[in-house]
């Protein structure tokens, strides 16, 4: 194996777009985005190393009376091996992606007040967060030229995510320091683990435009095997992304997803999203990035759209200190959160504010070792207070966290993207 900086010249990508902007899927991220990961080539293939590992112990509602609200050791975390090399003058690209969750946080998933998705033992899960796959992502992706600005990608992914939704949040710089997934979730970025997805873009260095058939069933409870059976790929998306400068990503999309609940089968969902990500680097060694992420979803059996607005930021002011921060808006029905002594379709406006740091204490080869808080506080109407104790009910969470060293780039940046941003490793 070669050393980093060789490698990292040979993985500018088609166009000369730099692999930092590679999100999750065929995801768009700004090209400012740092990457961190372990980086190296083995004969004509280019290897990179991505994992992010949190060890928690998460709290959720000390209200008196509280009815909700439970506590966890555990940990999520996520692991990914991306082999790419050229040919001729396009690239091809395998990805594998796994989870240790089903083991580190259990198929019940972990508490987290006001979450809902997905289903365990039959009912639906609520108040907790379901955990990732053991196979999160299992793909081949290759790009072709077919002009001076212009270029066609396909993505097959016997497990991956379709063209819809932002960046999902686990590979978001503006979430890198929080642990838990955003309570909008299932209204934004849910799909990016699909057993079944074909996509085709075109791609400028500027804009891409893409189209996905897939699987549109969430992952039933069983987090180990290939969730296959009976399942079609009868769903479809588009998405629109552009990134008009260096720092900034922009995009738009629309999705029909086919029976996703497996509790549910009978009923299918449109969803449209939106997002704005933004990442600049500050001062010496810090960045700045930042999330505005709209979800909404429309099921078959309603006529009414379901709403989602996210807002959230992480600045990092140095190699070892950061902050975040999550603001969210999500409007869930009682079946969502299976009050079962409601109308289902009776809604619910809630809302939620995370606010957390995290201190880097050690370095190891190719990584460091963090420590780091969280706490939220969210808000229910006076209706549910019954339910959670409290109008206000609050959780919290203290963690380790494990990533690799922030990677250099010496790859091309595309034509318009900033040059400014700074990517070397601590």
């Known amino acids: 194996m070669t050393g980093m900086s060789d490698s990292t010249m040979r993985m500018a990508g088609v166009l000369a777009i730099p692999m930092s902007r590679d999100g999750s899927g065929t995801s768009w991220l700004p090209d400012a985005s740092p990457m961190y990961a372990d980086h190296f080539s083995a004969g004509r293939w280019d290897l990179m190393f991505h994992y992010h590992a949190f060890l928690y112990y998460d709290r959720q509602n000390d209200a008196e009376h509280a009815r909700r609200g439970d506590d966890q050791f555990g940990s999520v975390n996520w692991a990914m091996l991306i082999a790419g090399r050229n040919i001729g003058r396009g690239r091809l690209e395998l990805r594998s992606m796994m989870s240790a969750e089903p083991w580190t946080v259990g198929a019940g998933g972990y508490p987290l007040l006001l979450q809902s998705g997905e289903s365990y033992h039959g009912q639906p899960l609520h108040d907790r967060q379901h955990p990732h796959d053991l196979f999160m992502e299992l793909a081949a992706i290759y790009a072709h030229p077919l002009g001076n600005d212009l270029a066609f990608q396909g993505y097959v992914a016997p497990v991956g995510e379709p063209a819809t939704g932002p960046v999902a949040f686990p590979h ?159 409007e869930k029905s009682a079946a969502d959160l299976d009050l079962v002594d409601r109308p289902a379709n009776e809604r619910f406006d809630l809302g939620s504010l995370a606010i957390g740091y995290v201190r880097e204490i050690a370095r190891y080869p190719g990584g460091s070792l963090g420590v780091g808080g969280r706490f939220a506080i969210d808000l229910v109407p006076a209706s549910l207070t019954p339910v959670y104790g409290s109008r206000t009910p609050t959780g919290f969470a203290v963690y380790l966290r494990l990533r690799p060293r922030r990677m250099s780039s010496n790859a091309k940046p595309a034509k318009g993207a900033s040059t400014d941003h700074r990517v070397t490793p601590y």
């Open 172 to 330: 978001r710089p503006s979430a890198s320091g929080d642990p838990f997934a955003p309570l909008g979730h299932h209204w934004q970025d849910a799909t990016h683990i699909s057993y079944g997805v074909i996509t085709a873009a075109l791609f400028s260095r500027s804009w891409k435009l893409e189209t996905s058939i897939f699987n549109g069933r969430e992952p039933d409870q069983d987090r180990t095997n290939f969730d296959y059976k009976g399942r079609r790929l009868d769903s479809y998306s588009a998405r629109l992304t552009t990134n008009p400068t260096g720092t900034w990503s922009l995009s738009a999309s629309y999705a029909y997803l086919k029976s996703p609940e497996v509790l549910d089968p009978s009923v299918s969902v449109q969803r449209i999203t939106a997002s704005a990500l933004n990442t600049r680097p500050i001062w010496a060694k810090g960045e700045w990035a930042s999330a505005l992420i709209y979800g909404g979803n429309k099921a078959e059996d309603t006529d009414r759209w379901s709403n989602s607005a996210l807002a959230e930021s992480n600045l990092a002011f140095d190699a070892w200190n950061s902050v975040f921060a999550r603001v969210e808006y999500v």
